[in-house]
C-alpha cells in the first residue's frame, strides 16, 4: 500500500504524542519509569516501517525535543534520550549486518560501552533515585547486557507482531480478536 503524505505526517504526530504520554509518566511513576521508557521507543520504530529511517530520525528529535519542552522533570528524560529513544534506529542499522552472531555482538558491545559510561562515569547522573545492588561494576554490567538483549528480544516480538497484525493486513482490516 502506497503511503501518502497525509497518512504520513497523521502517524508521526500519533507517534509523537504516544511518546510523550509514555515519556511524560515516565518521568513521574516511581518503580516502572524504565519500562515506559522502553515502550516509548517503540513508537520510533513504528515511523521507520512505515516511513522509512528518516522518518524515524524525526519522530526521535521531535519527541526529545518537545520532551525538554513540556516535561517538568528533565532529568527523568536522560534514559529515554540517551538510549531509549534511537534505540529503534540504531537497531534498524545493526540488523543489516547478515551475520546473527555478528548483530548481537555489536549490541552486546554497544550496550556495554554504554553501561560502563553510565555506571562509571555517570552514575548519580543517569540512575538518580534508582538504586541498584553494591556489586563490582563488572557483575553490573554484565547483569545489565543480559537485560538489555532481553530487551532487544522484546522489542523484536513486538515489531514482529505489528507487521503481522497492521503492516501486512493493513489499517483498514483492524480487528478485535
Do not use: H, W
Not at 554504554?114 to 562515569?121: A, H, I, S, T, Y
Not at 538518580?128 to 543480559?146: E, M, N, Q
Request: proline residues 3%; aromatic residues 14%; charged residues 10%.
Amino acid at each position: 500500500m502506497k503511503r501518502t503524505k497525509t497518512f504520513k505526517l497523521s502517524l508521526g504526530g500519533i507517534c509523537l504524542a504516544l511518546t510523550i504520554i509514555f515519556m511524560s509518566a515516565g518521568s513521574f511513576v516511581p518503580g516502572i519509569e524504565l519500562t515506559l521508557f522502553a515502550l516509548s521507543s517503540i513508537f520510533t520504530a513504528v515511523m521507520i516501517l512505515e516511513t522509512g529511517v528518516g522518518g524515524g530520525i524525526i519522530l526521535y528529535a521531535a519527541a526529545a525535543l518537545l520532551g525538554f519542552i513540556i516535561i517538568p522533570n528533565k532529568l527523568a528524560l536522560i534514559p529515554y534520550v540517551f538510549l531509549f529513544g534511537y534505540y529503534g534506529i540504531l537497531k534498524y542499522f545493526i540488523e543489516k549486518i547478515p551475520n546473527a552472531i555478528v548483530q548481537v555482538a555489536v549490541k552486546a558491545v554497544f550496550f556495554a560501552a554504554l553501561l560502563c559510561l553510565g555506571l562509571l562515569g555517570f552514575r548519580e547522573l543517569l540512575l538518580g533515585s534508582i538504586k541498584l545492588p553494591d556489586y563490582p561494576a563488572a557483575v553490573l554490567i554484565i547483569g545489565g547486557i543480559l537485560m538489555m538483549l532481553l530487551y532487544d528480544y522484546i522489542f523484536t516480538m513486538i515489531i514482529n507482531f505489528y507487521i503481522r497484525r497492521f503492516q501486512n493486513k493493513g489499517m483498514d482490516n483492524m480487528k478485535l480478536s
